[in-house]
């Protein structure tokens, strides 16, 4: 009944509130995962599954605000400004019915357990007296807890009227429990499965059932493969067992061994130890000897180096003469050179400025006579292509070149307006000569007219030694 109590009691945060299971850590994955079944929709369509979302989602913001108003009735003085006074008077009612039913549950917790504790020494009968009032003060807590859901109730519309406060409520997180808090958790994680159930379809559905097979049949297979290999490994082990047994004997054997060839060796060690120092002895003896015969053969060793140390020295200062004279002769070579290199690296520099600088002229008499050629083409088309003033345009066929430009009579023969200067008209033919050509056809003047002229032809570059350019001249 205690139990059922706390249950009830929305305000208590006791170890019984968190009904829903969390979360259970993540198996380790297989060595080749089935795919995960995704519903194929991602928002709910119908309304029946639009109203079970809401009532869910309106349900979790209702506990949120319940679970904080034991919070706000610890801290009055913070919260009253922000609450109002009716919100706060309704909580502090609440407050005091949630004190009492606590205080009632603990004291028949206390009672039944002292019970328990007496019913071994005490009669029975007085027991089941004990018991018959135990249970009758649990009946009596019904209405008490009757009026604690109904002080939720108010507390929690009186929030609901106000959005200002029940926003502000619900931001004090910091004065929620952690049971509590592990309680919304597990209604959010309840929503996660609801949504994914709604928009889970019933083909959808039959495939996860065939899934949840699929990974139950290969974790059956899974499992008899790791019994038989527990069974191997068993055997295994036992095998293994065996064996570094019967290496611990050897090894055993193996010591005894070792600890009779220690003693044989100390006595071995010993033995060679007298005939040693025996053996030193006389070895000194005969080093002594020796000793003597090899000062006196370092000292005549040491009389002919003195000797060789003065013949080489001699030597080397004939050597050191020598090698002083050539090195002086090649650094006066080395001096040489420097100053010839350093003199032609200076003309070659004077030479490549200059080179740089015809390069450069070079380039600007080229942009120059280029410009000058597109100006004078222009400037002659244009000659050719203006009349004179007082001229008469006429499409008679001109004397000198023979075909219509436009020109004006010179006596009997007709001449056009480039071929009118006095150069012309002394070259051409007498006037007794003159004799007028007949007016062409008009195909073969638009074909005389229609075809393109010649394009005079460029002559190239050409550079002169030293500093001179010259820039042959167009056609």
């Known amino acids: 009944m205690a139990s059922e109590v706390l249950t009830v009691e929305p305000l208590y945060h006791g170890p019984d509130i968190n009904r829903i299971p969390l979360r259970s850590q993540p198996a380790p994955k297989p060595?080749?995962?089935?795919?995960?079944?995704?519903?194929?929709?991602?928002?709910?369509?119908?309304?029946?599954?639009?109203?079970?979302?809401?009532?869910?989602?309106?349900?979790?913001?209702?506990?949120?605000?319940?679970?904080?108003?034991?919070?706000?009735?610890?801290?009055?003085?913070?919260?009253?400004?922000?609450?109002?006074?009716?919100?706060?008077?309704?909580?502090?009612?609440?407050?005091?019915?949630?004190?009492?039913?606590?205080?009632?549950?603990?004291?028949?917790?206390?009672?039944?357990?002292?019970?328990?504790?007496e019913e071994e020494t005490e009669e029975e009968g007085?027991?089941?007296?004990?018991?018959?009032?135990?249970?009758?003060?649990?009946?009596?807590?019904?209405?008490?807890?009757?009026?604690?859901?109904?002080?939720?109730?108010?507390?929690?519309?009186?929030?609901?009227?106000?959005?200002?406060?029940?926003?502000?409520?619900?931001?004090?997180?910091?004065?929620?429990?952690?049971e509590a808090q592990s309680f919304i958790d597990s209604l959010i994680e309840l929503r996660g499965f609801l949504f994914e159930k709604l928009l889970t379809s019933p083909m959808e559905a039959r495939e996860k059932a065939q899934f949840i097979q699929d990974v139950s049949r290969r974790n059956r297979r899974n499992q008899e493969m790791i019994d038989i290999l527990e069974n191997e490994l068993a055997v295994g082990m036992k095998r293994r067992k065996a064996e570094v047994e019967k290496e611990n004997f050897v090894i055993q054997e193996l010591k005894n061994h070792l600890h009779q060839v220690l003693k044989f060796s100390e006595n071995n060690l010993a033995r060679t130890k007298q005939e040693a120092e025996k053996q030193q002895k006389a070895d000194a003896r005969a080093s002594q000897a020796r000793l003597a015969k090899i000062q006196q053969d370092i000292l005549l060793l040491r009389t002919q180096f003195n000797n060789l140390v003065m013949e080489n020295r001699e030597a080397e200062q004939a050597l050191r003469k020598k090698k002083y004279k050539v090195e002086t002769e090649v650094e006066n070579w080395i001096q040489k050179y420097d100053t010839e290199m350093s003199e032609k690296q200076e003309e070659y520099e004077d030479l490549e400025v200059i080179h740089k600088e015809e390069k450069a002229q070079l380039e600007e008499l080229r942009r120059s006579t280029t410009c000058w050629w597109r100006s004078s083409r222009?400037?002659?088309?244009?000659?050719?292509?203006?009349?004179?003033?007082?001229?008469?345009?006429?499409?008679?066929?001109?004397?000198?070149?023979?075909?219509?430009?436009?020109?004006?009579?010179?006596?009997?023969?007709?001449?056009?307006?480039?071929c009118s200067g006095p150069r012309r008209r002394s070259a051409a033919r007498p006037k007794g000569r003159t004799r007028?050509?007949?007016?062409?056809?008009?195909?073969?003047?638009?074909?005389?007219?229609?075809?393109?002229?010649?394009?005079?032809?460029?002559?190239?570059?050409?550079?002169?030694?030293?500093?001179?350019?010259?820039?042959?001249?167009?056609?």
Request: positive net charge; contains cysteine; proline residues 8%.
């Open 31 to 117: 060595a080749n995962p089935p795919k995960p079944l995704v519903p194929s929709k991602s928002k709910l369509t119908t309304i029946e599954a639009k109203r079970i979302m809401s009532v869910l989602d309106e349900t979790i913001y209702k506990v949120e605000l319940v679970t904080l108003l034991s919070y706000v009735a610890s801290n009055p003085e913070a919260m009253e400004g922000m609450l109002g006074e009716g919100i706060m008077t309704a909580i502090r009612q609440h407050e005091d019915l949630c004190e009492l039913l606590l205080e009632t549950t603990h004291r028949l917790q206390e009672r039944e357990r002292q019970l328990q504790e």
């Open 378 to 418: 222009r400037s002659a088309r244009s000659a050719r292509s203006t009349p004179r003033r007082g001229w008469r345009p006429s499409r008679r066929w001109c004397a000198w070149r023979g075909r219509p430009r436009s020109s004006r009579p010179c006596g009997r023969a007709t001449w056009c307006a480039p």
């Open 436 to 475: 007028r050509r007949p007016r062409a056809r008009a195909g073969a003047g638009a074909r005389a007219r229609s075809e393109p002229r010649p394009t005079p032809a460029r002559r190239p570059l050409q550079f002169t030694a030293g500093t001179t350019f010259r820039e042959t001249a167009y056609k």
């Open 126 to 178: 007085w027991v089941r007296d004990r018991r018959f009032s135990l249970r009758l003060q649990k009946a009596s807590l019904l209405p008490l807890m009757q009026q604690v859901r109904d002080s939720t109730k108010d507390s929690l519309r009186l929030l609901l009227g106000s959005p200002q406060a029940s926003s502000f409520l619900q931001m004090q997180t910091q004065g929620r429990s952690a």
